[in-house]
């Protein structure tokens, strides 16, 4: 969830660009994901904009169990 749609599709989410963020606000995405494979696995989430040179890159690795 966030302030634009979305498509979720094999493993991969893809917001739509906002319009504008003006200066000193914020946009917060929520993923939730449901594993279906035990182990360790890597979340990945990576943020562009016609502002910066280089995307912006966050990777954290979790943990799956099984039920």
Known sequence: EG???HIAESGLVVFKAIDKLAPGKTAVYR???RGTIEGSHRFRAR???ESILEPLVFEELT???AD
């Open 3 to 5: 302030p634009s749609s």
């Open 63 to 65: 943990k799956f169990y």
């Open 31 to 33: 993923v939730q994901v």
């Open 47 to 49: 943020l562009t904009s």
